[in-house]
């Protein structure tokens, strides 16, 4: 049997278009799905949108619309950016539906049983637009004397009867937890501030509301209704079946991670182990957090009027060209800055000049000196050898960094091998060859082309379709795509389609 694979994105709130960081998180999600399934595992990969509380209900609101009809709009916007950026995921989950109502009551209810919750009365800080209690230590107070919560949102005086959940009762089952699986939380630097949170002390945690409507009512008591994230972080269960242990797809239960953005992090590594342990569930295997994007080196936002719309960006340059940018340009977990001159340099260099070209090189050589053939494999230099053996060790390589996340060093260790079969090419110069030794000339080409097979197989999750236009183009059969079918080599004579460039170079007007 497969092993099982469970990768999610937290799912977006419906108050807004769907915008780069959305996209960022989607794409890397969709780039571990789509390495996984070519690694041999049975991937379910979940993805979907956040629908109730405060803050979709005011912009439904401002909208004029109800909030069901606002959230099944919106919904619909962020599934259409899904499919348009290839997003390969096996659910899209809404929390609307009646199968995630029936989830976070059947969870209700067992951390009620279990003790874990009473009915008390909040009163303190709210931010509707993170959806978060602050502690007033935590806010700042503005020169109007307005004040913020640490994310700039503000904040609100909150002062209702509430439900809690005893938190405070899990501080210790946390920290052992942490210190048992010292990989839950990545980077290692957010794993220490999430320990340091945990070791301060938790409060209990208010996790319902009765001065609004929309959210999954209170089993039992239903003026009040479930605090969002409750309902949101359920919805990872939700999507294998919970709470019916037959349902099909327990089987991917617990998570192997959930990849979030630095912003929800407490959410995940605290509030989301301690309702799991509360109710007896699993705990996922790993939350791993990516940084932030600014663009031109500008924090993003409605204000400043220069959010990206990654449709806008597609269209500019190109689906693989963006989902490469954006696993590229930075470490998953850092912060890191979009520009139009960065897009340009790495599309430019690396796309088109190292692997385009190389490509085209190689494949025109054979179309026109091979007869449009794959030539036979010929005796092995020992330059062939470093460069061959480098090329098979790239699934290796790159399972490694991609396991721990660090997609732009996965991405790297291929680059390694382009540039290095760059340098082959000039030296062996197998253009040169075809008067003197043409026997050695197909030997130097299929050593290219062997390559080229292992580099596009290895970078089909980044660039979904262009790798498969060029995997095409070596006449590599679609069954034979896998990391396992890189052992065996294509049989000589095989006939290619004729080449045809795969990455265009971005050229600018002159000014
Ligand atoms: O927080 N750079 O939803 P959300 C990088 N519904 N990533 C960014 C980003 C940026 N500038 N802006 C947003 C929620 N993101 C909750 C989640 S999960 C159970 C519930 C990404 O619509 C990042 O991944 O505000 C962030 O965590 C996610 O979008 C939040 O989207």
């Known amino acids: 049997m497969r092993p099982s694979y ?43 949108t956040d629908e109730h509380g405060q803050k979709v209900e005011k912009a439904a609101a401002e909208a004029g619309l109800d909030p069901q009809r606002f959230a099944d709009r919106v919904s619909a916007d962020f599934r259409a950016m899904a499919a348009r950026m290839a997003i390969s995921h096996d659910q899209f989950i809404r929390t609307t539906e009646p199968r995630h109502k029936a989830s976070c009551t059947a969870l209700w209810q067992r951390l009620a049983a279990a003790g874990h919750i009473y009915l008390g009365a909040y009163e303190g800080w709210y931010a509707v637009r993170d959806e978060s209690f602050y502690d007033e230590g935590e806010l700042t107070t503005r020169a109007d004397g307005s004040k ?9 005086w909150v002062r209702e009867p509430s439900y809690f959940f005893r938190l405070s009762a899990f501080q210790d089952r946390l920290l052992a937890f942490y210190e048992a699986e010292p990989d839950f939380i990545a980077p290692e630097g957010r794993r220490r501030e999430v320990v340091s949170f945990v070791r301060g002390g938790l ?7 009765t001065s609004f409507r929309w959210g999954i009512p209170v089993p039992g008591d239903p003026a009040h209704v479930m605090y969002v994230w409750l309902d949101a972080l359920t919805n990872y269960i939700t999507g294998c079946g919970f709470p019916d242990p037959e349902a099909p797809l327990w089987r991917f239960w617990p998570a192997d991670i959930h990849l979030i953005g630095k912003d929800i992090l407490r959410f995940h590594a605290v509030y989301w182990p301690a309702f799991l342990m509360g109710a007896g569930v699993a705990l996922p295997r790993r939350v791993s957090s990516n940084g932030w994007w600014t663009v031109e080196g500008e924090k993003m936002s409605k204000s400043l009027g220069n959010v990206i719309d990654p449709l806008k960006l597609i269209e500019t340059y190109g689906l693989d060209q963006v989902r490469f940018f954006l696993m590229r340009e930075k470490p998953f977990g850092a912060d890191g800055s979009i520009s139009h001159a960065a897009v340009v340099l790495r599309v430019n260099v690396e796309l088109a ?21 794959l030539p036979p494999r010929g005796d092995i230099t020992a330059d062939d050898a470093t460069l ?30 382009i540039r290095a079969a760059n340098v082959y090419i000039d030296r062996q110069a197998p253009w040169a060859l075809r008067k003197t030794d043409p026997v050695r000339m197909a030997a130097v080409l299929r050593v290219l082309a062997d390559v080229l097979r292992a580099v596009a197989t290895v970078l089909q999750p980044f660039m979904p ?43 600018e007007p002159t000014a």
């Open 6 to 48: 469970f990768v999610s994105t937290p799912i977006y709130y419906v108050n807004g278009a769907p915008h780069i960081g959305h996209a960022y998180t989607s794409i890397a999600a969709d780039v571990l799905a789509r390495w996984k399934r070519l690694d041999g595992y049975d991937v379910f990969f979940l993805t979907g």
């Open 148 to 156: 913020v919560a640490p994310t700039g949102a503000p904040v609100e």
């Open 203 to 209: 409060r209990d945690l208010s996790i319902s509301r």
């Open 353 to 373: 000049n190292d692997l385009g070209n190389l490509s085209q090189r190689s494949l025109s050589l054979i179309a026109r000196n091979c007869d449009g053939r």
């Open 388 to 417: 061959l053996d480098a090329a098979a060790s790239l699934p290796g390589l790159l399972r490694e960094r991609i396991d721990r996340q660090v997609f732009n060093e996965a991405l790297e260790e291929a680059w390694k091998v």
């Open 465 to 507: 379709g262009s790798m498969a236009a060029m995997l095409d183009q070596l006449g590599v059969p679609e069954d034979a795509r896998d990391f396992a079918a890189l052992g065996a080599p294509l049989p000589a004579g095989t006939t290619l389609p004729a080449p045809s460039g795969v990455f265009p170079r971005i050229v």
